[in-house]
């Protein structure tokens, strides 16, 4: 801010972590902020229910080259993690197709790049946030063990990983069973092998996050309004938003409102192509278990950690839309692959959760200014990674916020043409 110069109103629509650490480090950064959600803040979305990890290797796309054929063979595999409604399959299909456009080598190189840039700060950013916050202690960290049930699947991914050597992420193969045995000892021995990532980071439960760091938010400043924002009106000075018989004012606003964020910007004339992906988990609270590693079984699309409300064992893509509503075959899906990985584990009191990622085509997050209206700006699309970018979207956000549109050039709106 400018000596004398009023301090920038900025308003963030959404109040799960991703909003929630963009609120905060705003308000220690000199802006003047009012965070705006119609829950209460990391309760809806994958904000509460996540895996609690910190993906810093996460570089590649979804979509690679030869995507087709392999997500052809998954649904129709009744064992594979992904799952599209065949009702909703219709309303799907531009955003498959945007997927499978993804998958070429030139925009699969391109989207690389860009989750490169977000990983590589994802556990230093976190970091520093939180402790920033007085919540240092509630991250680590942690390095990964991607685990494979066959020899074919282990060294089919080698290449993968080596390919993640080049921008910098080491590994370690874990090519013994007793090896494995000795790292994780309550795992099944099924799993013939596994890569140790180091680059990873856990947290201690990721509703524990947001929560508290929104109120380190709220006493460094923020406020929060709990009101569901219907309506967003540009002008050339001032925002207004408008929900629920209530008005707020802006000189600029950020909607970071996860998988709803498309049917705001619809209003303004963005185009998001941003789908929810429904995800599933059990968390056993008396599992009996404490796993020394976050958990990513490779083969089937799950994660697990020990988190301090319990071992969390979950995953799945299921393309439903975002008024699905949860099946209860996903729990027990969820439910049995926990038993089987887990021999000795302990089901009583288990909790059955599901949420909405929001998912772009390319896997990489809008971040970026409107293409549309002056003043408004996106923090959407993180996927599986809401939690691992949070704090880096938060700084790229702050720099477009002072103008420095370069900053957000990888992540901007504009690399989405508007169909039709």
Not at 44 to 73: C, D, V
Not at 197 to 206: H, I
Not at 223 to 246: C, D, F, L, M, N
Not at 300 to 313: D, K, W
């Amino acid at each position: 801010m400018e000596d004398g110069a009023q301090p920038c109103a900025v308003g963030v629509v959404g109040a799960g972590i991703v909003g929630v650490a963009l609120a905060f480090l705003l308000s220690r950064r000199g802006f003047v902020v009012t965070l705006l959600d119609r829950d209460a803040p990391g309760r809806a979305g994958p904000s509460f229910g996540n895996a609690g990890h910190i993906a810093g290797s996460e570089i590649f796309p979804i979509s690679s080259p030869g995507i087709l054929g392999t997500a052809i063979r998954m649904l129709v595999d009744p064992n594979a993690p992904l799952k599209i409604d065949p009702f909703y399959a219709p309303r799907l299909a531009p955003w498959l197709y945007r997927f499978y456009l993804s998958g070429r080598q030139r925009a699969y190189q391109k989207a690389t790049e860009a989750l490169t840039l977000l990983s590589a700060k994802a556990l230093r950013s976190t970091k520093a946030l939180l402790a920033e916050a007085g919540l240092g202690n509630m991250v680590r960290h942690a390095p990964a063990l991607y685990l494979y049930e066959s020899r074919h699947s282990l060294e089919s991914a080698i290449p993968n990983w080596r390919a993640k050597l080049e921008h910098g992420h080491s590994f370690t193969v874990i090519a013994d069973r007793r090896d494995l045995a000795e790292l994780e000892p309550s795992l099944s021995r099924e799993f013939v092998g596994a890569i140790l990532s180091d680059d990873w980071g856990a947290v201690t439960d990721p509703y524990d996050v947001v929560t508290n760091l929104f109120q380190a938010a709220i006493g460094s400043g923020v406020e929060y309004r709990r009101a569901s924002v219907e309506e967003i009106h540009p002008a050339e000075h001032i925002i207004t938003v408008k929900g629920e018989g209530q008005a707020f004012s802006f000189d600029k606003i950020v909607i970071a409102c996860g998988a709803n964020t498309p049917l705001l910007a619809r209003q303004i004339g963005d185009h998001l192509p941003i789908e929810a992906e429904g995800g599933y988990n059990y968390t056993y609270p008396a599992s009996g278990l404490e796993l020394n590693h976050p958990l990513i079984l490779a083969d089937r699309g799950i994660a697990a950690t020990s988190l301090s409300c319990g071992l969390r064992v979950g995953g799945l893509a299921v393309f439903a839309g975002l008024n699905s509503e949860p099946k209860q075959a996903y729990f027990d899906r969820i439910e049995k692959i926990a038993e089987r990985t887990f021999p000795h584990l302990c089901t009583q009191g288990g909790k059955p959760w599901s949420g909405l990622r929001p998912s772009t085509p390319d896997s990489v997050p809008v971040i970026s200014r409107s293409a549309r209206a002056k003043g408004i700006f996106y923090s959407a699309g993180h996927g599986h990674c809401g939690l691992s970018w949070a704090a880096a979207s938060a700084e790229i956000m702050l720099e477009l916020l002072r103008g420095n549109q370069q900053a957000g050039q990888p992540f901007a709106i504009d690399r989405f043409e508007r169909p039709g």
